[in-house]
């Protein structure tokens, strides 16, 4: 018993003196990274995945990526090339791909990115039959910083077999099409940001150059306040929000990509979140 007594009082004498010997935490250094985001705009194929081959650290993949799928930035490593590779992706065995298809590489690159600098991977393009091919892009974003009284908002146009369009824009109950913000874009062309007043309705319309026939006519995301725990959702509600609106393609039928998409639409992804209150 005085045995045990003494035992535990020397553990604690060698942990308060392991306390007193501790002069600090450990540092950790500040590593350089750019930011990635990816986006599935293939009318004419089975969900995919992105994934870095060359690095776990900082590396971020995307799994099952539907068309018109899209995920929001994420940081990657820099200082050397990195290597991405596209698959199709392995959850299509469960709708009946064979092993060798939920492996089958469909695009493969490497890319340098720049410290502090953001960039879109968008795959668009048709990958089984028709024009123009798939392909795989990297774009990188220069992304405004709108003041709390103003929405950025900008055009890109991935829609693959469709010519150039307009873009207009219209808040709340305005007619249609609206005001045109972005003028006979060519496919994979992007117009520079256009800066509104926040509205709790923001429809984006586009049209073949020249026409108002709607081809697609969308409500952007109106956004949400942020609360004690979370940061506010960008929107066109919210000013400091910086978004784009892309130009995406119906499904192309039978393929293995979502059947529910039988007319063109826009997809609306932000850029920049309004800063938190």
């Not at 500040?30 to 089975?46: G, H, K, Q």
């Not at 959850?91 to 690159?109: E, F, I, K, Y």
């Not at 077999?161 to 060519?186: H, L």
């Not at 004690?228 to 929000?241: A, R």
Request: glycine share 8%; net charge positive.
């Amino acid at each position: 018993m005085i045995r045990h007594r003494l035992l535990t009082l020397a553990a604690v004498a060698v942990a308060v003196s392991a306390c007193n010997n501790d002069t600090g935490g450990t540092t950790t250094a500040v590593v350089p990274l750019a930011y990635v985001r990816y986006i599935n705009a293939i009318p004419d194929t089975v969900a995919v995945a992105f994934r870095f081959v060359d690095a776990l650290e900082n590396s971020p993949s995307f799994f099952n990526a539907n068309f018109r799928d899209f995920q929001t930035y994420q940081a990657v490593s820099v200082g050397k090339p990195r290597h991405l590779k596209v698959f199709l992706d392995p959850n299509c065995a469960a709708v009946g791909c064979s092993a060798a298809v939920s492996s089958t590489v469909v695009w493969d690159t490497t890319a340098t990115f720049t410290s502090n600098t953001y960039y879109t991977v968008i795959l668009t393009g048709f990958k089984k039959s028709g024009a123009p091919a798939f392909s795989g892009y990297i774009l990188t974003d220069n992304v405004p910083t709108p003041t709390t009284a103003q929405v950025a908002l900008r055009f890109f146009h991935a829609a693959a077999g469709i010519g150039n369009v307009d873009a207009y824009q219209r808040t709340g109950t305005a007619a249609a099409p609206g005001t045109i913000f972005a003028s006979n874009v060519p496919y994979l062309g992007s117009s520079a940001y256009s800066t509104l007043a926040p509205a709790a309705t923001l429809k984006v319309l586009v049209a073949l150059t020249g026409t108002t026939t709607a081809l697609a006519d969308v409500t952007a995301p109106a956004g949400a306040a942020g609360t004690t725990t979370t940061g506010p959702v960008g929107g066109s509600n919210f000013g400091g929000t910086a978004m784009t609106a892309i130009f995406v393609n119906r499904s192309s039928a039978a393929t293995g990509a979502p059947q529910a998409y039988t007319t063109p639409s826009v997809v609306f992804v932000v850029d920049r979140r309004p800063p938190t209150p």
